[in-house]
């Protein structure tokens, strides 16, 4: 048996999650865009910056296409439609993870190198 999907405001909070996350993501990749290079000396850190912005694109594109899959499975099904996959929320815990254990590891390095 599937969950009903809430009829009221849930669907538009949680696209607004979303965007909130992606924006997070995309504004930590631009403060990470102008100053990794400079405190690792290295040009090719911008490339970090450059995919941190695109994930961020494609958490906002993910999070519209999930609210407009919910209305769409509302209209047809009404309110026994079934709710979307947790999928994109398991790769950003990755993401997350991932970018936490990098960042520290950044530290480190940096903090270590001789000056």
């Known amino acids: 048996m599937t969950a009903p999907v809430d009829p009221g405001l849930q669907p538009e909070r949680t696209e607004l999650a979303w965007r909130r996350t992606a924006l997070g993501v995309g504004v930590g990749s631009l403060v990470a865009l102008r100053m990794?290079?400079?405190?690792?000396?290295?040009?090719?850190?911008?490339?970090?910056?450059?995919?941190?912005?695109?994930?961020?694109?494609?958490?906002?594109?993910?999070?519209?296409?999930?609210?407009?899959?919910?209305?769409?499975?509302?209209?047809?099904?009404?309110?026994?439609?079934?709710?979307?996959?947790?999928?994109?929320?398991?790769?950003?815990?990755g993401l997350v993870l991932v970018t936490g254990v990098l960042g520290m590891a950044l530290v480190a390095l940096v903090s270590l190198a001789p000056a």
Request: aromatic share 6%; charged share 15%.
């Open 36 to 93: 990794l290079p400079d405190a690792t000396g290295n040009p090719w850190w911008v490339l970090v910056g450059v995919a941190g912005v695109l994930i961020a694109v494609a958490i906002w594109v993910s999070g519209r296409r999930r609210l407009s899959g919910v209305r769409e499975r509302m209209a047809r099904d009404g309110l026994h439609a079934r709710m979307p996959g947790a999928g994109p929320l398991a790769a950003l815990v």
